[in-house]
C-alpha cells in the first residue's frame, strides 16, 4: 500500500500538466542537451552544422530526449553526463535515417531523393558513419560501461531493423512487420535512454530494464502519433507511396480494414503501380473512410497504458515521467 499511494499523488499532479508546460519546465535541459548535440559534433567537416541545425532544429519532437532527462531526473538533477548521452542517441537516430536510402537497391536511385534534398547522396552513408563514431567516442570518454553496453546494443538492433525492414516490400507489410522495424530502428532508442539514465544513477538492473520498457512503448507511441499526422495531408501521403516508405497507416488500413476478398487487388497495385495518381487518391479516401486515425490513436494509447504499467512496478516517485504517459504530451 505504501508504493501505491505515492503514485496516487502523482497522478493527481500528472493530470494538471499540459504539453505547453510540461515543455517549459523541461525548457533548460532541452537546450543543454541540444548544445551538446552541436559541441559533440564539431564543425570540422563539411554538412555537419546543417546536420546539427537539422537534430535541434524548431518543431522536432522532443519526447526521446525527454524520456532520457526525465528518466534521469528520478536518480538526481541531470549533468554533462546526461546531455552527452542524449547527444548520442540522436547522432545515432540522424545516422538511421542517413543509411535509409539505401534499403532497398534496385530503387536505390529513387531513395536518395529525401537524403539528396538535405546533404547530398554522395555523402549520406559516409555522414551516418561518421555520426556512428562520434557517438561511440562520446560514450568511451564518459567511461560508463554499462551505458556503452546499453546503446551498443541498440545500435545492433538498429542495424537488425533495417536488414529486416527489407525483406518484405514497404508497402504490402503487416502491422506487425511495422512493429518489429519500428521496435528496432525508433523505439529502442527511446528506450535505451531510459536504461542509461538508469545506468547513470546507479540503479538496479531490474529498475533499468523497467525504464528500458517504458521507454520503448513511449517511443512506439511517438511513432504512432506522428504517422497519424502524415494522415491529413495528401501530399505527404504521397510521397510516403512514391518513395515505398514503410508507414504503419498504410499497414493497419491493408491488413485491419480493407476486406480480405480486395486485398490482394489492392496489394497487386501497390506492388506495381505505386506511381498512379488514383491509386494514390484511392488510399487517400479509404484512409478517411476507415478512420485509420482514430485505429492509430488506438494502438498509441495502448502502449502508453503499458508505459504507465511499467512505472507502477517502480518503488519510487515516477511523477517525472508521468506526463509522457499522456497522449498530448509525446
Given at each position: 500500500m505504501q508504493t501505491i499511494q505515492p503514485q496516487i499523488r502523482n497522478l493527481k499532479r500528472f493530470k494538471q500538466i499540459s504539453s505547453e508546460n510540461f515543455?517549459?519546465?523541461?525548457?533548460?535541459?532541452?537546450?543543454?542537451?541540444?548544445?551538446?548535440?552541436?559541441?559533440?559534433?564539431?564543425?570540422?567537416?563539411?554538412?555537419?552544422?546543417?546536420?546539427?541545425n537539422h537534430m535541434v532544429k524548431r518543431g522536432n519532437n522532443q519526447t526521446r530526449a525527454l524520456?532520457?532527462?526525465?528518466?534521469?531526473?528520478?536518480?538526481?538533477?541531470?549533468?554533462?553526463?546526461?546531455?552527452?548521452?542524449?547527444?548520442?542517441?540522436?547522432?545515432?537516430?540522424t545516422a538511421s535515417a542517413l543509411h535509409q536510402h539505401i534499403k532497398n537497391p534496385e530503387n536505390a536511385r529513387r531513395r536518395q531523393q529525401y537524403a539528396k534534398e538535405v546533404w547530398g547522396n554522395e555523402v549520406s552513408v559516409l555522414l551516418g558513419d561518421y555520426l556512428l563514431?562520434?557517438?561511440?567516442?562520446?560514450?568511451?570518454?564518459?567511461?560508463?560501461?554499462d551505458v556503452l553496453e546499453c546503446i551498443s546494443l541498440a545500435t545492433q538492433n538498429i542495424s537488425h531493423a533495417q536488414v529486416l525492414e527489407i525483406s518484405e516490400h514497404p508497402l504490402t507489410a503487416t502491422p506487425n512487420h511495422w512493429r518489429s522495424v519500428t521496435i528496432g530502428k525508433k523505439a529502442g532508442l527511446f528506450g535505451a535512454g531510459a536504461q542509461s539514465a538508469a545506468y547513470w544513477g546507479n540503479s538496479t538492473k531490474s529498475t533499468a530494464l523497467t525504464l528500458f520498457a517504458f521507454g520503448e512503448h513511449v517511443g512506439m507511441a511517438t511513432k504512432l502519433k506522428s504517422d497519424m499526422k502524415v494522415i491529413a495531408d495528401e501530399k505527404l501521403i504521397k510521397q510516403k507511396i512514391t518513395k515505398h516508405e514503410l508507414w504503419s497507416p498504410l499497414c493497419f488500413l491493408?491488413?485491419?480494414?480493407?476486406?480480405?476478398?480486395?486485398?490482394?487487388?489492392?496489394?497487386?497495385?501497390?506492388?506495381?503501380?505505386?506511381?498512379?495518381?488514383?491509386?494514390?487518391?484511392?488510399?487517400?479516401?479509404?484512409?478517411?473512410?476507415?478512420?485509420?486515425?482514430d485505429i492509430l490513436k488506438y494502438e498509441a494509447e495502448l502502449e502508453l497504458k503499458q508505459a504507465?504499467?511499467?512505472?507502477?512496478?517502480?518503488?519510487?516517485?515516477?511523477?517525472?515521467l508521468q506526463p509522457l504517459t499522456k497522449f498530448s504530451v509525446i
Open positions: 515543455l517549459l519546465e523541461n525548457a533548460n535541459n532541452l537546450k543543454q542537451l541540444q548544445e551538446a548535440v552541436r559541441r559533440n559534433l564539431g564543425s570540422s567537416l563539411p554538412f555537419l552544422s546543417q546536420i546539427a524520456v532520457l532527462l526525465q528518466s534521469a531526473s528520478l536518480f538526481n538533477k541531470p549533468d554533462q553526463a546526461i546531455f552527452d548521452i542524449g547527444s548520442t542517441l540522436e547522432y545515432l537516430n563514431s562520434i557517438s561511440f567516442q562520446v560514450l568511451t570518454q564518459l567511461g560508463n560501461l491493408l491488413y485491419e480494414c480493407v476486406p480480405e476478398n480486395e486485398r490482394s487487388e489492392f496489394l497487386y497495385k501497390l506492388k506495381n503501380q505505386s506511381d498512379n495518381p488514383e491509386l494514390i487518391t484511392e488510399i487517400v479516401h479509404l484512409l478517411k473512410k476507415y478512420d485509420v486515425s504507465k504499467e511499467c512505472l507502477l512496478k517502480l518503488e519510487m516517485d515516477t511523477a517525472p
